[in-house]
């Protein structure tokens, strides 16, 4: 038989795998949800293509100057923000970069080369890869327009540069993927991750304010990192613009090491997931022990005993669920480190800017920030239901008390966050006026009982499957972040524009006042849309089980 068929070669295999995931993509693309999926995720790329246009005209310029200034060593700051942003963007954007699982290659007969080279392609394909990739580009075209004898070691530079940063991301991802292939480490390399990335946002305020500059250590660092990829590329071309071939073999042979000895530790870690590495957390079999079967009453607290069956039932599932998803009760320590750090910096009797800001305005300020934070989980209320989802339809039950109950955990959860930020704001900065104080409490009112209407609308129009411990591929729908966006600039608008008139205007009751009267609104048109809402639930009912349960 192996002489009547003719294996494909390397080119042909990597043909055929990107074929099969255009099938794929075409056939999603004909789910409704799908479609809508991707144009919004198209819609907010735009965001990110203006960014990456706007750097790439400063990079351009900075090449420019360099080259005309006769400043080439500082091209080893642009290559070290071009590898932090390489290296650290991945770990910040994982739920949005593609999800994609290489042992699912190896259902296919693929050799080994071509997983291999598949690997490197998808970290190319990456949007910091790319991001840096038209950065590259960009100082390549500056340098052909200002001095065109260093364009080759220029390109040179940038291609060993690629090389060096496309295996080093791929062999931390693989490694990552390793350690974290059990969820209480993927939960406790999180927690530390974010304790790490929120501590470093003290150390400047802490520095400015009761430390010294920490510029005269600037020279140890530059010195230290003279090894490092970025400084090597940097000293290439400055060796090339000044005539030193010595230093430019130097940064060009440190390169070529760098990427060689990355490439092998890629090629063993590869090698060991081609042949067959099962990185599995499925719990071995043991007996279960019985457990009596209680009421939902008898289960529920006294404080939930108040509360109708199906609502009780389900606010307590809601919470066991937040207790049990690390990553999203890890995220509700952000809201007071953030006020206390904001505080830091623009509150308070000593701020580290020039001039403190107010409480008539940091109060209102950090509310909105607040909400725009806690509010967005909503959006896609029913994201870790999976296969449960199924349940509330089988079981005689009306929406509407699934969906009251899931508003009432995040008015829980924002109740709770506002009022401890409240107290530090009170130990920080200082509380604002009355009138600001309680118009600022209506007005969160307002603004979360009509984002929630909303959030009930964009959670069964738009529903997106999320996993518990999983940071790949766990992103919102595209069109769900956009409806959240929208909905949040139209409330904070409208609360900004009434607490502007209260602040022209003579009576500093009168924003407490309209927002007293617009909550109203928001709670009647809440309560008032429950229904249809339900009636939409049965109507979805296909597609919503479709993007939950697959």
Known sequence: MADVVRLPGLFEQIWLVAGLRWRILRNNMKNKNRVWDVIGVVISSVVGIVFVAGIAMLVFVGTVAFLNDRHEARFGLLFWGFFLWWQVLPIFVAGFSPSFSFRSLLRFPLKFSAFYSIGIAYGLADSAALASLVWLVTMIVATMITRISVVPVMILASALF??????LER????????????????????????????????????????GKSPRPDLAKIIRYARPSPPSLAGEMIAGAAAGDSATAGIGAAGLAGFAALLGGLLFFRYRDQFRGEELSETVAPARAAAKSVASVREVAGPELRLLPVTVAAVLGKEFRYLFRNGFVATALLFPPLLVLLFS?????????????????????????????????????????????????????????????AKNLVTLAILTGEIAFCIALLKWRVGLPPSPVFFATICALIFAVTGQLTIANWSSLKFPKKMEFGKMQGNRQSGM???????????????????????RIG????????????????????????????????EEKKESILDALMK
């Open 162 to 167: 690629v090389a060096v940063n496309v295996t």
């Open 506 to 537: 003579s009576n500093p009751w009168l924003p407490m006042e309209i927002f007293l009267c617009l909550a109203a609104a928001a709670v009647a048109g809440y309560i008032a849309a429950l229904d249809p809402l339900t009636k939409l639930a």
């Open 344 to 404: 830091m910096q623009f509150g308070g009797a000593h701020p580290t800017t020039k001039r403190a800001i107010s409480p008539d305005l940091f109060f209102p300020g950090m509310m909105a920030y607040l909400t725009l934070i806690l509010m967005a989980p909503s959006f896609n209320s029913f994201a870790y239901e999976g296969r449960g989802m199924q349940t509330y339809f089988m079981l005689p039950v009306r929406f509407r008390d699934i969906l009251m």
């Open 171 to 210: 062999l931390i991802g693989s490694w990552l993927e390793k350690i974290l292939a059990k969820r209480k480490a993927r939960e406790i390399f999180l927690a530390l991750f974010v304790l790490f990335i929120v501590g470093v946002q003290f150390i400047g305020p802490a520095v400015q304010k009761y």
């Open 480 to 502: 769900a972040v956009l409806v959240a966006f929208g909905s949040q600039l139209v409330f904070a608008t409208t609360c900004g524009l009434v607490l502007f008139v209260g």
